[in-house]
């Protein structure tokens, strides 16, 4: 929705209903795949450093 700012010089866009549940969701699950992409990334390091991966195949499918 477009409305009035409260000076009353410039119109502020307001969200609010189902698109700002949409909103919110989006941002919810963009958070929460940035720290699974870091805990995995976190993860695979240390199996490389530790040797887990006896070759790329191994690697691939982890």
């Not at 119109?11 to 929460?32: C, N, V």
Request: aromatic share 12%; charged share 25%.
């Amino acid at each position: 929705m477009i409305a009035p700012s409260p000076d009353n010089r410039r119109a502020d866009l307001t969200i609010h209903g189902r698109l700002a549940s949409i909103l919110a969701s989006m941002e919810a699950f963009q958070d929460y795949s940035a720290r699974m992409r870091e805990h995995y990334h976190r993860d695979y390091s240390t199996r490389v450093k530790a040797g887990e991966f006896s070759d790329m195949n191994a690697k691939a499918y982890y």
